[in-house]
């Protein structure tokens, strides 16, 4: 794997069958923007192709968060052709990282925001810090989530609390998450990536096909891709709105936004 040894926005780590991927970019708690969706690209194909690693650990650097969301400041220039584009490749990274024929358990060590909690989704499992939050605040923003979240959340959370987090923009704790079905256990922050090797570490012990079946099987029965594309769609058909541009300039300024409904 030295072709992927060497990142801008990523660490990588393989120790035996267990790799972690580690998002760093902690000057803006590990937002998402272009270079890294690049990297992360190139590492989960890597990854996915040797053999040798059974499941892979991604989470962010330090405490603070797995990943704060997508990086706004480059969402503001978007209109509706260009902010469908941007919809469609955070969409085609994060389906390559449900995709991966190894497990990919999300270690949640903080803020898990917008695209950060759309991350998270598309990983296998996902277990939190008690100090995480989830959520997708998106629609303060005058936009939709749109690498998956309207359609991952529902089939994670069921309809009803989906809509209501997608709605409201709240963020919901670590124990909420875990009574939701968001994440399947909370760990303290410190015990954190120990628990999640420790699952990683029995899930690595099991025959590695069957772990791929399963993972096949299951995929199978819970197709994305018509919901995918109806969200890219209409992600993109916001960011032409004047309500788009109000809610990412307020959310710069620190102020309220004034929606016009255009």
């Not at 990274?93 to 803020?111: D, F, H, Y």
């Not at 069921?158 to 998450?177: D, F, Y």
Request: charged share 20%; proline share 3%; glycine share 12%.
């Amino acid at each position: 794997m030295s072709d992927v040894s060497q990142f801008a926005t990523l660490l990588l780590g393989v120790d035996g069958p267990i790799a972690t991927v580690t998002l760093n970019r902690p000057e803006v708690l590990h937002a998402l923007n272009a270079p890294m969706f690049d990297e992360l690209e190139r590492v989960f194909a890597a990854l996915d192709a040797d053999d040798s690693v059974r499941v892979v650990l991604l989470t962010g650097a330090g405490e603070r968060a797995f990943a704060a969301g997508a990086d706004i400041r480059g969402l503001t220039e978007t209109d509706a052709e260009s902010g469908r584009k941007v919809s469609d490749r955070g969409q085609a990274v994060m389906r390559q990282i449900e995709l991966c024929r190894k497990p990919v358990i999300a270690c949640v060590n903080g803020a898990a925001l917008g695209g950060g909690c759309e991350l998270a989704m598309a990983c296998t499992l996902r277990i939190a810090s008690d100090t995480a939050k989830m959520g997708l605040p998106e629609v303060k923003l005058g936009l939709i989530p749109g690498y998956g979240g309207t359609q991952r959340l529902v089939r994670l959370v069921g309809r009803g609390a989906a809509l209501k987090m997608m709605l409201t923009g709240v963020l919901v704790g670590a124990e909420e998450a875990l009574r939701l079905g968001l994440v399947q256990e909370v760990a303290p922050a410190a015990e954190l990536m120990a628990r999640a090797r420790a699952l990683a570490t029995v899930i690595a012990g099991m025959a590695p096909l069957a772990v791929e079946g399963v993972l096949e099987a299951v995929e199978h029965g819970s197709s994305l891709e018509n919901g995918l594309l109806a969200e890219a769609h209409i992600f993109g058909r916001l960011c032409g709105t004047a309500d788009k541009q109000e809610g990412l300039t307020a959310f710069l300024e620190k102020r309220k936004a004034v929606w016009s409904g255009r």
